[in-house]
């Protein structure tokens, strides 16, 4: 039996390729912008296609990947997301833009997103699910580390050739690993039917089935962890799209705004993991609350900031924007996919998972877009960061109220256990 960790890392250095193809959009949306003066929201909608189609190509991408096996199935993906990169490296046009970054990178994030890694990790761990899930999700959260890296190809190679280097790692990353390691795990080890966590939604009894799709969808929780993750990934998107361009507009230089993006991963990344393993002894909504109220003051902080002029002399304030950002976002993530997989266990977990992510793909489509669309009506992106703060709140609220409900939520039955 292969390392089961082992995957675990695998799959969170897929997910790092995954949304870094999206993490580095904020640096390359400044050089074009620079280069084709477009219309801010017109060019982040680019960012909002990709992610609307990740969000509604997720529950395909959860069965696909289980139906041809991992190994074909991140040899396309592999492929995909280096043929993105390769073909945006040429484009003229805003329309051009569209139809490379936009549809075939929403096709190859939705290939590399949630479902396929998440729900394969969730599938290996009977306990300490948390903790690998949290593991994953650092990946996940890791995607601005990318940005000071896509800054500086930018700046030896310029921002087309850029390009091109990074969808040759993209690729090379995703098909060695994605052929090598990703596996199910063997059949006589069984598939999860408990977790060592407190959870809010232990199942009160019932038949000890394996969750299907469709009766997930008959229940309250599941349609209240996606609204959640919908208004988390509007904050979530909004800053990894705008905030290079906020720090750059208020005089901040280009590689400087972009290691702020980055402490904000490296943070997310930090409390990814460590939250993850906490919230298996303190309960997942707790962690998601304190996550909520971390990424909040972070959002106060910035917006404080931009009223008080945000010149260089604040440039130690950004950092601590990314800090408070960073840790909220990173405790959030986790403990979405982690209360999704403590309520609706079993082989379909990573169908599920990937109708979740529609909420995730529909927020973090609004969150660029209609950063840019208020940018262009007022000048500032202070109106947007107060939609954020109330985005967060209401995150907050549907995370508590599915994890009440989760608690009369019963297993289903065995005989159910077949349907898709």
């Known amino acids: 039996m292969p390392n089961r960790w082992l995957i675990v890392f695998s799959a969170a250095l897929i997910s790092l390729v995954g949304f870094g193809s999206r993490g580095v959009f904020g640096v390359i949306y400044v050089e074009m912008l620079k280069e084709f003066h477009w219309d801010r929201a017109a060019l982040a909608g680019v960012y909002s296609v990709g992610m609307l189609l990740m969000g509604f190509g997720g529950p395909l991408a959860g069965s696909l990947s289980r139906k041809i ?52 990790v969730a599938r290996w761990f009977e306990t300490r699910r948390g903790l690998a899930i949290g593991i994953v999700g650092a990946g996940v959260g890791a995607y601005p580390l990318l940005a000071p890296l896509a800054q500086l190809l930018i700046d030896a190679l310029g921002w087309r050739n850029a390009l091109v280097a ?14 090598t390691l990703m596996r199910e795990p063997p059949k006589e080890a069984g598939y999860p039917r408990s977790s060592d966590a407190p959870r809010e939604g232990a199942a009160a009894g019932g038949g000890g089935g394996d969750w299907t799709l469709r009766g997930a969808l008959g229940t309250g929780p599941v349609w209240l962890i996606g609204l959640a993750w919908f208004f988390m990934a509007v904050s979530i998107h909004f800053v990894n799209t705008h905030l290079v361009a906020l720090l750059v507009g208020i005089g901040h230089p280009a590689l400087l705004s972009s290691s702020v993006l980055a402490s904000v991963g490296v943070f997310s990344v930090i409390n990814r993991a460590v939250s993850g393993g906490i919230s298996d002894r303190l309960g997942r909504v707790r962690i998601f609350v ?119 939520l019963r297993e289903p039955s065995p005989a159910g256990a077949g349907a898709r």
């Open 69 to 120: 096996g991992f190994r074909r199935y991140y040899l396309v993906s592999g492929l995909l997301v280096g043929l993105t990169f390769l073909l945006a490296s040429r484009v003229q046009t805003l329309a051009q833009v569209y139809w490379t970054y936009g549809l075939l990178g929403g096709l190859s994030l939705a290939a590399l997103g949630f479902g396929p890694t998440q729900g394969l």
């Open 290 to 408: 304190a996550g909520v109220v971390s990424a909040c003051l972070g959002l106060l902080t910035l917006l404080s900031l931009l009223a008080a002029g945000g010149g260089a002399g604040g440039a130690g304030w950004f950092y601590a924007f990314a800090v408070l950002f960073g840790l909220g976002t990173g405790a959030q993530t986790t403990q979405v996919t982690a209360l999704a997989s403590d309520l609706y266990r079993g082989r379909f977990f990573g169908s599920i998972i990937g109708f979740l992510t529609i909420g995730f793909g529909l927020g973090g489509a609004v969150g660029p877009w209609l950063g840019g669309l208020l940018f262009e009506w007022t000048g500032s992106y202070r109106v947007m960061i107060g939609c954020v703060l109330a985005t967060q709140a209401a995150a907050a609220l549907s995370l508590i109220a599915a994890g009440r409900l989760g608690r009369s």
């Open 166 to 179: 990074l969808g040759v790692f993209f690729f090379a990353v995703v098909t060695l690993l994605g052929t």
